[in-house]
């Protein structure tokens, strides 16, 4: 997927639920136009478009990073105060992100796929070589404590 859908968005206001599930919808794949979590717009679309893909199998991902100081906290709490209760992705069974990096908002939506995907089998993550050492093993052991909804949930992180 090219950036256009997600730029459609930035033009007014997006919506919480698409009026129609994307239910053909099995493969999504943010690659090479610069999707960062910490612009709002980025964030929401992609939320929007996951959560509105129940038949989803495959997600790969992109991501640009930004400095923390550039996230607004609106952003940076965007998951937390979103109601994904209706929500399950039960035929999501690979997530990969590239270039990933230990930005809230990027662990928070990781956190929400984990406990919203039942039949999910490997998360790669590969994260962003500017991660410091440090930086790589606290993504490791906050992500392997999250909640799964799978619990044959492999995560890999590179």
């Known amino acids: ?43 929401r679309s992609v ?4 959560t509105s893909s129940p038949n989803i199998e495959t997600i790969r991902m992109e991501m640009e990073n930004y400095p923390t100081e550039a996230v607004s906290q609106t952003t940076m709490n965007l998951v937390d105060h979103q109601d994904y209760s209706h929500v399950i992705l039960g035929h999501l ?46 993504i490791l052991e906050e992500m392997i404590q999250y909640p799964r909804a799978s619990p044959k949930a492999e995560i890999k992180v590179y």
């Open 1 to 43: 997927m090219s950036s256009y859908p997600i730029q459609c968005f930035a033009t007014g206001v997006i919506p919480q639920k698409l009026p129609t599930s994307l239910i053909h919808l099995k493969s999504l794949e943010f690659v090479g136009f610069g999707l960062c979590f910490g612009r709002e717009v980025d964030l």
């Open 47 to 50: 939320l929007l478009l996951v």
């Open 93 to 138: 069974r690979v997530i990969e992100i590239n270039n990933f990096s230990n930005m809230k908002t990027g662990m928070d939506f990781v956190k929400l796929i984990l406990a919203k995907s039942p039949m999910l089998k490997k998360v790669w993550i590969h994260i962003n070589e500017r991660v410091d050492i440090h930086g790589r093993v606290n």
